[in-house]
């Protein structure tokens, strides 16, 4: 759900993960093979220097390899809502195998209720954004209804969560933080700051409202499109 104050629908892509995934079980496989060559029928107290050392340095790669896979997929179940321990145990056990799975994951529901409502308005607001965008008119024209579309399912979708959570008697609104963001320039290497945004808890990086998207300062106190309140 990423974002229940929010029509639009931004799933969360870990295929890199699977991707690693396929390389890692690929590499185990290879890693197998030349093993068994290798070391097949060789008494293991009578190995060479040589063998000893690679049959060594193959255990800790596979060691580090396991911790760096386990801090990794620990890291993906947070941020899909699912549980931490046992993916950690998964990735532990088969790591390549849960790599593979993991990637293909979409986010769970913290209250399925409430994932309702929103998956309803989300349908709705692709629906009419699709009819709009397939009717022939001018292209400022659409591209001032699309904008009028989106503020009014915005509002909608707000209005029925506010709705929902007054229901369940813990009637909140979103929390939205500024917050500052380190974010590495993977072609140079270089660190950067910026500011981003935060709504309970989850951070979007730009400084859009993350309901709406409208432009938002640091200064303001609640969105000035769909006054989400900015703290
Ligand atoms: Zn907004």
Redesign the pocket.
């Known amino acids: 759900m990423r974002n229940p104050y929010s029509v639009s629908i931004e799933s969360v892509d870990n295929s890199k993960a699977t991707k690693v995934g396929f390389l890692l079980l690929a590499a185990s496989i290879v890693l197998y093979l030349f093993d068994k060559n290798t070391f097949a029928n060789t008494n293991p107290f009578n190995l060479t220097l040589a063998q000893t050392l690679v049959s060594w340095a193959l255990l800790v790669a596979t060691i580090i390899v396991r911790i760096v896979v386990v801090v990794w997929v620990s890291n993906i179940a947070a941020g899909l809502n699912r549980g931490i321990l046992s993916w950690a145990i998964f990735a532990l056990a088969f790591p390549s195998i849960c790599l593979i799975v993991i990637g293909f994951l979409d986010e769970k529901a913290g209250d399925e209720a409430l994932q309702k409502i929103v998956d309803k308005c989300r349908a709705n607001y692709a629906i009419e954004k699709y009819v709009l965008t397939k009717s022939e008119q001018p292209k400022n024209e659409l591209k001032e209804q699309l904008k009028e579309l989106k503020r009014r399912h915005t509002e909608l979708l707000q209005s029925k969560v506010k709705e929902f959570y007054a229901e369940e008697e813990k009637w909140q609104m979103a929390k939205v933080e500024f917050i500052e963001v380190a974010e590495t320039d993977l072609a140079s290497g270089k660190v950067s700051k910026r500011k981003a945004v935060k709504i309970d808890g989850v951070t979007y990086s730009t400084d859009k409202?993350p309901?709406?998207g409208?432009r938002i300062t640091e200064d303001m106190e609640a969105?000035p499109?769909?006054e989400?309140a900015l703290k």
């Open positions: 409202c309901a709406c409208h969105c499109d769909c989400i």
